[in-house]
């Protein structure tokens, strides 16, 4: 094995999503990724794209931006040791946002839906452990997105009070 596998697999026994697999599994889970390289502003995932890949977030941070023709607003951002990618990779459904490398090396683990296929099947308690993640990096998501708009609620709403 070679010293970036050794990296990435003390990495990932460092994670959440590997929090219940053995060493042996992460580095299992790692024969079915692969470690891909964004530069700053680099688009991940374009907006209107049926998700054929997740995205785990190795190294620096990625930004969700929703486009509506006329400005680009990021909705959220996605750090170190996080899944993206899911809603659409699960639902099939078109992107509505873009991810958006936000640092000039941001790394990412990625497993394609090929790939994620024969994980369920021949290694199903790794695939049980990635859908828990996901469902939890969703969760964070919706929840940092919630806070976000509830403070920008009571400023914009509160500044107008007197």
Known sequence: MDTAAIDL?????????????????????????????????????????VGE????????????VYDNGHNEVEIGR???????????????????????AMSSDTRLLRLTRTMYKRLRVEH???AVNLLEHAIISLDHLIRRVSTDVATFNRYFYAAGKK
């Open 124 to 126: 199903p308690f790794i």
């Open 78 to 100: 996605m750090n170190e040791g996080e899944l993206m990618g899911e809603m659409s990779f699960f639902d099939r459904q078109p992107r509505s946002v873009r991810m958006v």
């Open 9 to 49: 697999t003390e990495f990932l026994n460092q994670q959440y999503l590997c929090e219940s697999l053995t060493v042996k599994e992460v580095k299992t889970l790692l024969e079915y990724t692969e470690l891909i390289t964004f530069k700053k502003k680099e688009t991940i995932a374009d907006i209107g794209e």
């Open 53 to 64: 890949a997740l995205y785990f977030v190795v190294r620096g941070e990625a930004a969700l």
